[in-house]
């Protein structure tokens, strides 16, 4: 009996090994699957409360932005905004003339675009043979770029001659920086403080799709 006591102690402390080991294979699968989770809520957090990224599709803010260019965007600059409802639950503060937003298009919800603040709500803007005219006084900014230099004189395009219009309240005035080539407030009017994503600051990554060559000279490059 002597003899055998120790194979049953051996073949017990076995089982026990072996039935220790299952749960601690499982334990670590869920512990895997946490931290993924809590990774996905906390990016989930950041993008709709603080930072979102962004990228760059056409040429309407060129030469300021360049197709392919991704961009960082202070979700925080104006206020904390309601997810899915578009509407500030606490706003810090209001666009102010030159800062570049990235907005809902208004004319379609599914989109967002990004354009230059020109003008605010009270302010009076128009566009006189291409240039920028508000409350009577030129505002022309020096980031402002004609592709064609050709003034359109006439006819129902309001690129180059527009206004005067009043910015209603809660909302302000946006353009392109390629005033030639920009679908902005001309075109279709005002843009909402409520639709207002935030104020992009900060240019991540940006690629030239045509030459397939990483553009690493704008690699964070500050958003003015």
Do not use: C
């Not at 080991?21 to 993008?47: C, D, G, M, N």
């Not at 005035?173 to 409520?194: A, Q």
């Amino acid at each position: 009996m002597s003899a055998r006591a120790p194979r049953t102690s051996s073949i017990v402390a076995k089982t026990a090994a072996g039935a220790s080991s299952r749960p601690a294979s499982k334990s670590t699968a869920r512990e895997y699957v946490e931290a993924i989770v809590v990774a996905v809520l906390v990016a989930l957090f950041i993008r709709t409360f603080f930072v979102q990224a962004f990228k760059i599709p056409s040429s309407s803010m060129v030469p300021t932005l360049q197709i392919g260019d991704h961009l960082l965007v202070n979700k925080l600059a104006y206020g904390i905004r309601i997810p899915f409802l578009e509407k500030n639950l606490v706003r810090f503060g209001t666009p102010k003339p030159g800062d570049i937003i990235v907005f809902i298009y208004p004319q379609d919800v599914t989109k967002d675009f990004i354009k230059r603040v020109i003008a605010v709500a009270g302010d009076v803007v128009e566009v006189r043979d291409k240039h920028v005219v508000v409350n009577g006084v030129p505002r022309d900014n020096e980031h402002a770029y004609f592709a064609d230099g050709r003034n359109q004189t006439g006819g129902s395009s309001p690129r180059d001659n527009f206004g005067p219009v009043t910015v209603p309240p809660e909302h302000v005035f946006v353009m392109g920086d390629n005033r030639d080539r920009s679908l902005d407030s001309r075109f279709w009017g005002f843009v909402s403080l409520d639709a207002i994503h935030g104020r992009a600051f900060l240019i991540y990554f940006s690629i030239d799709w045509d030459a397939w060559r990483v553009r690493w000279e704008r690699l964070g490059d500050l958003v003015y």
